[in-house]
């Protein structure tokens, strides 16, 4: 077991890492969208994972600084690291190729409802994987922000596309989901008794080079290069910062020290925070059922705490 771990000794540091991860996790969003749509979807991907990578390398050499008495690797078994690589491979890149195929075929409105499925499934992996249950409070919170999502998730992409699409495109979100919640808790065990930061630094250099061989197999690395000289690098970099980083990171320490139950309900109000912050930054309407999609997922946020 590693000497030192920045994150412990924080009272309810399960909780208080969720909410951080909601919190980076929709400032991020809109940092991508402030970037604009001149950059295609897989090279954004390749350069927020490289960006993540960079940064988790700096963070880990900074943390080394405070503690050098903790290796750059840690004695893992081969099972732990088949399941490191597993977990890279499955959970960010294939997530990610999800993600975006489910995004291409429903909208972002529609994608956004289905997400609103995130905190349910989580509850469910973590309860087939580890037996994890969760409190009567916990799933009356979790019931309140997942209506309010259903509830201030706009509903006319949908409107236009086809029944198969939407279908086609709900099952890819749904997996994507699973893919990436079933990654991030199969090593539970190696992250609970090894510095998480290392663990989900390792994550993020291994599905960077993947990405990187994938990238140099399609022979279009140079656009991904070409990001360094866009005006919208500077919100690509933030965004990659607090997205990625900052808020997988947070997510992982949240697993780390409460029920992934709890994990799931918090960060789910991620959406909700984006809802914010696009009509305060993007001048994205707040309707009322924003609204009272706010207040109702703050209630759940509440009752979760309970």
């Known amino acids: 077991m590693l000497s030192y771990d920045p994150f412990m000794n924080i009272p309810h540091l399960g909780e208080l890492s969720a909410f951080l991860c909601a919190v980076c996790w929709s400032v991020a969003v809109i940092a991508f969208r402030v970037a604009g749509d001149e950059i295609r979807s897989f090279h954004l991907t390749v350069f927020k994972t490289i960006a993540a990578a960079l940064f988790f390398l700096l963070a880990l050499g900074a943390s080394r600084l405070v503690d050098a008495s903790w290796p750059w690797v840690p004695a893992l078994s081969g099972r732990d690291w088949a399941l490191l690589l597993a977990s890279a491979f499955f959970g960010i890149t294939v997530g990610d190729v999800l993600f975006i195929m489910a995004l291409k075929r429903l909208g972002a409105g529609l994608v956004a409802i289905v997400d609103c499925f995130y905190a349910p499934l989580t509850i469910v992996v973590a309860y087939l994987l580890f037996g994890e249950t969760v409190p009567g409070t916990t799933l009356l919170g979790g019931g309140l922000v997942v209506s309010a999502l259903f509830i201030g998730s706009e509903r006319t992409e949908g409107l236009s596309l086809a029944r198969e699409k939407i279908v086609e495109g709900s099952v890819l979100a749904l997996l994507s989901t699973v893919v990436m919640v079933v990654a991030a808790l199969m090593i539970r065990d190696i992250f609970r008794t090894h510095n998480v930061l290392w ?35 500077r919100p690509l970099l933030l965004g990659s910062l607090l997205g990625p980083f900052l808020a997988t990171l947070f997510w992982f320490v949240g697993f780390k020290y409460t029920l992934a139950g709890n994990v799931a309900i918090l960060t789910q109000l991620s959406t909700v925070f984006i809802f914010l912050l696009g009509a305060a930054v993007l001048g994205e309407p707040l309707t009322r059922r924003r609204v009272a999609a706010v207040a109702l997922a703050v209630a759940g946020a509440l009752v979760v705490q309970l």
């Open 199 to 233: 663990v989900v630094g390792f994550r993020f250099t291994a599905a960077a080079l993947m990405y990187g061989v994938w990238s140099l197999l399609r022979r279009d690395f140079h656009e991904v290069v070409r990001i360094r000289r866009l005006k919208s690098l």
